[in-house]
């Protein structure tokens, strides 16, 4: 059997037992509300479900930019100097071990309430591990590239743009991946903890009034939003394999590359 398959039957029997569990009696509903019932409560209420993703959708779109682009960015930049990276990765390190959230307080004190707060603390928190997964793909690359990009003259920029992440793709998009997915948690966690908008807000409102069909419509809509993201970064992963230089076959192709635009 294939492993799509297998996928898609585990998939249909956690549908099935999450809609038959609460109505057996076996789970309580307000512990596990039935798919059905969640669903309805979601279509019931479409209006401000969808205004609260809107909310949710721009904070984390402005997140990601800040956290995987600078990551990605600055994970080269550090990987390709050793001096450097020596110095800033054992920190890097350090700070990606503390549990961030509990300084969330700090930055709506810096920020406010609003949006900003959630955008700041979410890049922070998918920031960090995109850039330790790009300096540590850096490291994997062939030193020949590198030296055959030197001897041609490349500079700083070129190495980084036309060598470096080219030959550390697979690493910087799961990097990427797991730097998403932290912003997606980040923006939602941030929500429920202050916020007057945004998904995580509605699920903290209605967990307040023991409104689980509601609570689980807002669960979804996350669900939903990382598996889009996921299935972005698969797409890309596919679009980009051709970027992927690791080998040293892929030397040969390194000259062109360097060669200034007509």
Not at 157 to 168: C, E, G, K, N
Not at 209 to 234: E, Q, T
Not at 248 to 255: E, F, K, S, V, Y
Request: with cysteine; proline share 5%; aromatic share 8%.
């Amino acid at each position: 059997m294939k492993a799509q398959t297998v996928r898609y039957l585990i998939i249909a029997a956690l549908i099935v037992l999450w809609e038959v569990l609460p109505r057996s009696g076996l789970v309580p509903e307000l512990f596990l509300p039935s798919l059905s019932s969640t669903l309805i409560a979601g279509w019931s209420d479409a209006g401000e479900y969808g205004q609260a993703l809107v909310t949710t959708l721009y904070e984390v779109a402005i997140a990601v930019l800040f956290a995987c682009g600078g990551g990605i960015l600055l994970g080269a930049v550090v990987g390709s100097l050793p001096s450097q990276r020596i110095l800033i990765m054992p920190i890097v390190s350090s700070l990606y071990a503390v549990p961030l959230v509990i300084l969330y307080p700090v930055f709506t004190v810096w920020f406010g309430i609003g949006s900003e707060s959630k955008i700041a603390f979410a890049a922070i928190y998918g920031f960090l591990p995109t850039m330790l997964a790009t300096a540590a793909g850096i490291q994997t690359i062939d030193p020949q590239l590198l030296l055959a990009a030197r001897s041609m003259g490349a500079t700083l920029s070129q190495r980084l743009i036309r060598v470096v992440l080219p030959a550390a793709i697979p690493t910087v998009l799961s990097g990427l991946r797991v730097g998403g997915a932290l912003v997606i948690v980040g923006v939602v966690v941030s929500e429920m903890l202050i916020s007057s908008a945004g998904i995580g807000y509605l699920i903290s409102r209605y967990r307040t009034v023991l409104d689980s069909p509601h609570v689980f419509a807002g669960v979804l809509l996350v669900l939903a939003l990382a598996i889009v993201f996921n299935a972005a970064i698969r797409l890309l992963e596919r679009k980009a394999a051709i970027w992927q230089t690791g080998t040293r076959g892929a030397a040969r192709d390194i000259a062109p590359a360097l060669q200034p635009a007509t």
